[in-house]
């Protein structure tokens, strides 16, 4: 067992699916490996993006495949760094079905020292006929500003200089 | 809950002949859902997306998420082709491809768009956002509608 692996999948897990925008979607990473993740969708009326069809919108899509994708290239990093998407290219192969999960699944390809390419797609009944497809390049940025200490202070700063509506809501 | 083709038609005339991008933002459940905003500005539409905690990708930044910055995005672009062009189906999305230029800040988000070409199947549009100033863009989307 990996050990760094082991202490990434609780924090992914957390910080992906318990915090911001991941929590109002409401996804679900089911696999998390070196370099590969899987993750679920489950329909929501909310981010339907055609109201003849009820079809969910493009940028679920795009948020998913992004998060996917961003996990993947976060599980190949040895030290403090953070991993910002340079770009995002999406191809739709065909419209999602209305009231079905979506399955999401993202490996990375190739980690170079600067870049990490990854690509990923998104499927509903059968994982070879995908209803999209990605690939995405995030960029490697070594932050001593990642450590542990450090998010913890900054959040106790935040909460001294009373931002306090951000802070309620976003650990809610 | 869905709506009527031509509902739809009705709606998209009257947001025209009312110069009011938002009736048909309004039309679409994904735009409350992430908080996208439509208006004229002299003569363009410009959108604009709040800040609010649900948008947060990285909170000890706090940063938006990248998937809402590409979201609010290829909304714009279809809102733009449903108010500019004569279209009356909800463009469907082909490919879209985004560069994420600087991190997108926890405060408003700006984006216009440009039609670049429109033939009879097929349109692409650019969108552009930015925070502070137009000419500090924090991502650029170029993207494929399929509009018959």
Known sequence: MDLRLAIFKPMLKLAMERSGHGKVLGFEITKIGRGEVEMLFPYKEEVVGNPVTGVVHGGVIVSLLDTCCGCAAITMLKGPMVTPTMDLRLDYMHPAAPHQAIYVSAKVYRDTSNVIFCRGSAWQDDPENPIAHCVATFMKVETPSVSFSNVVRRRFNRLLRGDKAYEREADK | ?148
């Open chain 2, 1 to 148: 809950m869905t709506i009527s083709e031509q509902a739809l038609k009705v709606d998209l005339l009257r947001a025209k002949q009312e110069s009011n991008p938002q009736l048909i933002l309004d039309l679409i459940p994904y735009s409350s859902f992430i908080g996208a905003q439509a208006k004229m500005d002299t003569d363009q539409v410009l959108y604009w997306l709040d800040r609010r905690p649900s948008n947060i990708g990285n909170p000890s930044l706090p940063a938006i998420h990248g998937g809402v910055i590409g979201g609010f995005l290829e909304l714009s672009a279809a809102i733009e082709i449903l108010y500019t062009l004569d279209v009356n189906l909800v463009p469907k999305v082909v490919d879209f491809s985004l560069d994420y230029l600087r991190p997108g800040r926890y405060k408003t988000t700006y984006a216009n768009c440009t039609v670049l070409r429109q033939g009879k199947k097929l349109v692409n549009v650019t969108a552009t956002a930015w925070q502070d100033d137009p000419q500090t863009p924090i991502a650029n989307a170029r993207c494929h509608f399929l509009i018959s």
